[in-house]
Structures are given as C-alpha cells and as structure tokens.
C-alpha cells in the first residue's frame, strides 16, 4: 500500500484526479478542465491509474468520451493521502 501511496503522491495530476472521481463519475476531458491540465496529461494519468487497479473505464469500447470511476481500492488511497496531506 505504501508503494501505491508514494506512486500516487509523487504525481499531482494522479493525486487530484483520485480526488476527483471520489465525486463521481466523469471523462478525461471534464476532469481535465477541472483541473486545468490538458487532456492528453489527464489522458496517461488516467491509464497509469487504471493499471494499478485505483480507477475503472466504465466504457472501454467507446472512442470518444469514456467514463472513468474510482475504484474502492483508489478510495481507500486517496482517503489515505488526503490524511497525509492534512498531516
């Protein structure tokens, strides 16, 4: 778990789109304009979390617009980091 902690934290993008997610529901492009990166950042940011398991693409057939999720596991970490952020 330390190890996904120190992968998530060491990336602010990854960070805020956990933080994100925990909302609900959304596409790489609204999160994007959330948090004013652009969209092919959010875009690998997205797919380095899907690899470890922390978000889910509820649509992974479609090309455009896909909806991203966090997963319960990504809860649990990012309720974790925001402890260590408060800290």
Known sequence: MEELISFVMSGKVRVKILQILLKGRKTPTLIAKEIGTHQSTTSRALLSLEKKGLVKCLTPKAKLSRIYSITSE???????INQIIKD
């Open 74 to 80: 990504g809860q649990k970490l990012i309720n974790d």
